[in-house]
């Protein structure tokens, strides 16, 4: 049974100190945005790798929540004049519920199927907000025009709040390395069948998995709402930021507790650096970076370290 | 009240009739053998009883109890557990951890108890030197083992075990019987499905045997071996 090393924590520890002192010490700007950054996708691809990761149901609608999200909490701020964190915290209950209502549905599919069915419900969720109004002749979603929410606090503010959800997405992937809800998780991935034949009861599992993930995703995409202060619904449930939550999870590794993390930090600073020095063709060049790592590593940067570890004992 | 019972159980693929008004009864204690040629319902008879298929008609009791319409983990907590002939292993996980995960939810333990109880299974079917390797990495003797260790982990009292010295070769077909003889001594039910002939007329107490998905006969091993039926099923009119 993979145990957590006292070591590993008290790195981990140190390093959440330090990122968390860096403004003090004069992070700021662009630095302090790109960071930001940096946590809100190893949050998102760790929310993502929490359910497909572990359990090996590929889901292709993680935005349907972030969309979600982002705009439950735009409108509890704006139509009920709610403060930030009561709507957030709503906004995460309520993606919970769609969650277990959608999940209840889907998972009970898998392989293909899951990923089409997953992916249609977002798509279907975007045309709701998109047409929404106009079908029901009340303005409320505003439609293409998008909502504009609240003049938002300074960048320090999300910077914090992205690095304590990631050491909270962290922290749920070590619960799950060695916890009973992982061991199950992890079951139904090996094989269903064999999970269901051990006692595991695997719907109710997926459907937890599902809900978590679902309502951590939902939680960030309502306070991308409240950084951006404006939002569309084909930015919030554009397909684009499913496919870069896998990717960067595929890039790190599934199902493990760095992947993640080492996916989205490469991604978002490659991303980066190639858009500031290439800035018209740094998408191509990205992708090229992608399929060299994909080829080299098809398994995941994180297995480098764990082969190379492997091969020295 | 029987132990298991089976009540005119009959399970359909389309126009096939994988079993048909089956039944039968099984004591609390005994190893049961069922045999068939191949496609005769033995392993749909094993995935009817551990809730994987449904029974189209009739119904199945466990200890007084219809288990015919539980989810198979739901069966798995009642006592009764299946190992299977396609190998249903945590394949990237350690041979620990798929001793864990068992005893973990079959057992409902916590995961310190989950542990002593893995690692007691571990002993049990001398897998401890290859503990902490993934499956994928054993050999398919070892594997076999581990199916077998998995479902005693679960702490079923009932051990339905489809085919799992296939693919042994003789000397691990004689180490698998004795491990089989330690579980029997331990006083579990056993129903055994094996096309290793002399592992069954050693072992079972009483054998019955399918052929296209009814039962065609029932009896003590050499009765059954004797049964014109059973001949002709195997071989052939001309032998019979």
Redesign the interface.
Known sequence: MMGIGKRTLVILSLLAVLFAVLPALGLEGYRLRLLSLVFMWIALAGCWNLMSGYTGYIDFGPVTYFGAGAYATALFMIRLDLPFFVSLVLSGILCAFLAFLIGLATLRIRGAYFAIATFAAAEALKQIVLEGDRVVGFEFFGGSHGLTLPVPPPSEFFYYFLLAFTVLVIGISFYLERSKFGYGLRAIRGSEQGAELSGVPTLSLKIKAYILSSSLIGCIGGMEAYWLTYIIPEDVFNVLRTIQMVIMTLLGGMGTIWGPVIGATFLTLVGEFLGTKFVYDYLILLGIVIIIVILLLPRGIVNLVKSKRGGAQ | MKYLECRQVTKRFGALEALRQFSCAVEKGEILGVIGPNGSGKTTLFNVM?G?YSPEEGEIFFQGHSISKL???KI??RGI??A?QTI??????TV??NL???A?????L??KK??AQAESILNFMGLQDVQDLPVSEISLAKRRRLEVG?VL??GAELLLLDEVMAGLNPHEVEEALRVLQRIRQDGKTIILVEHVMQAMMQFCERIIVLNHGEKIAEGRPEEVAQNPEVIQAYLGRPYA
């Open positions: 551990v994987i989810p198979p983990h798995c907590h557990a299946k299977s249903q292993s945590f394949l990237e996980i620990l951890e864990l995960i068992p973990m939810y079959g057992k409902n916590g995961a989950a542990r998995r982990a679960t």
